[in-house]
Structures are given as structure tokens and as C-alpha cells.
């Protein structure tokens, strides 16, 4: 019961800790003369991804690589069928053309190059497959390149929806910024405790526990943020959320952890690969059924549907 009582306020000190790093962050670049837009397109989108990487670290430095491994891949799979799922429901998401021609496509090439890397024992015909250091340099490496393609995207055209942060005084902003990042590292802390408790006491394996609770858990930035921006209208913003989160999942926070520990792949994983793969890939043609270049409502119905037949065959894997 202690168990799950910290694994639950681990939750919310996660998610209220990335808000208060944003907050304070923000302010205080603003503050240093960083425009919004710099401010949104680096503060805000490493903070809507640091549950996910504060958790990922915690279970690599642990050992608990399953999770790490798990919570990526399963948070890919809740943003595009669950959190775009629920948005295209609430109301139907237009996608501009260089998102389906170009972030979707990068999107699907960061699962494929991570299959790639971790298919050592199929490839190569090695024992085991890991996630090495090296590995985790050439993602790092691809997400460099990212970063410098939004910031290129983001220069031609400027996002009118880029708000100032708000107003606060440099003490109060250190005091955020101080006190969201050890809310992060505890919180990060009593998830990865938490989940192993849980794995034990199911008898199940930790992937399942981070490829299901732990991964839905560091989704709820983006579900928050997509679901708002539908309710709004705002289909860039629902729709961008979810791919770039995709691509810093894998790219950063699989690329960081890889760095830091290599990670060893088990090979039930490979399956969960390919769902991601074909989790991206309906995205892309789901694009291009019924209204063109747009996620209607049913197609949000079906997103969620094949989510709850995959969360079946988990448990029914174990």
C-alpha cells in the first residue's frame, strides 16, 4: 500500500515539477532577453518530455532497463493512439502538409532506426542486443538534427500561438526552477520503486508495467496539452505535440539513457517495436482515408480501439 501511495504522488510530483522547471525556466530567459520563441521551442519541449526522461534515467541507473526501454515505446504508442485519439474525437485534427510529408516520416524513422540498432542478436547474430553508448551518441546525434530543423520551420514561419511567460522575480523563478527539479528526481524515483513493487507483486515482467502505467503516467503533459489545443482548435499544436514527443522520446531520452547505460534489449520488445512502427504508419494513411490531410472522429474512435486490443494482448503476454 506505501508502495502505491508514493507511486501515485510520484505522478504528481513529475508532472507538477516539469510544469514548475517550465515556469521558472521561462521567466527566466525571458527575463535574460530569449525570445518566446527560442523559449518554446527548447524550455517548454524539453519540459513536456523531462517525466519521461527523469524516469528513464532512474530506471537506467538502477538497472531496471525494461522500464526505461518500455516507457519509451509505450508512451509513443498512447500519444498516437490514445492522446490523438481522444483529441480527434473532441474535435477533428488538420494537418498541414509538412507535418504528413515530413515530421510523421521523421517520426517513423526514429522507431526504425532504433529497431535497427537493437536487433544485434538478429542482425549480427550476436548473443544479446543492447542499446550501447555509441548507439546513444548516433540518437543524440539525429536529434540534433531535428532541433535544427523546427528552429529553421520556426524561423520561415513564426507560431502566432508562442505566449510570453509569465512574470515573476529572479528568486522566485531559481525557487521553481530548484524546487521542480527535485519534485522530478523523487517523483522519477518512487515510479521506477513503484513499478518494480508492482511487477513483483503481479508476477508480471517490468516491461508491461513500463510499457503500460508508467508510459500512460508520462504522457499526461502531452494528453493535457493536445486535448486542451483541440478543444481550442488549435490542430497544430495537438497534432505537433504528439509527433515531436515521438521524435524526442526516442532521439533525446532513449538516447540519453543509451549514453549514460547501455541498455540491454529483450527480445519480447521487437513486437512492441513493430506496434509502434504501425501505430506511425496508420497515422500517416489514416491521412489519407475520408477527409484528406485530417484525423476525424471515427478515425480517433479506431486510434483508441486498437489501443485497447494491444493493452489486451500485453496482458495476455504477461
Known sequence: MISFLLFIIGFFLLIKGANYL????????????VAPLVIGLTIVAFGTSAP?????????????TDIAIGNILGSNIVNI?????????IYPITVQKS???????????AVVVMGFMASDALIDGASASYLTRIDGLVLISF?????????????QSPSETVEKPPEMTRMRSWLLIVGGMLALV?????????AIVFAQGLGVSESLIGLTIVAIGTSLPELATSVV?????????AIGNVVGSNIFNIFWILGISAFISP??????????????VGATLLLFFALFVGKRHTIEKWQGVLFICTYVLYIVFLVMRG
Open 22 to 33: 517550465v515556469s521558472g525556466a521561462s521567466s527566466l530567459a525571458y527575463k535574460l532577453g
Open 52 to 64: 519521461e526522461l527523469v524516469v528513464n534515467l532512474m530506471a537506467s541507473i538502477s538497472g531496471n
Open 81 to 89: 493512439l490514445v492522446i490523438l485519439g481522444v483529441s480527434a474525437i
Open 99 to 109: 507535418t504528413v510529408w515530413k515530421e510523421i516520416p521523421f517520426a517513423l524513422l
Open 143 to 155: 536529434f540534433v538534427i531535428f532541433l535544427y530543423y523546427i528552429v529553421g520551420i520556426a524561423k
Open 186 to 194: 523523487v517523483g522519477g524515483k518512487w515510479i521506477v520503486d513503484g
Open 229 to 237: 489545443a483541440a478543444y481550442k482548435k488549435h490542430s497544430d499544436i
Open 263 to 276: 541498455l540491454p534489449f529483450a527480445p519480447a520488445l521487437t513486437t512492441d517495436i513493430l506496434v509502434t
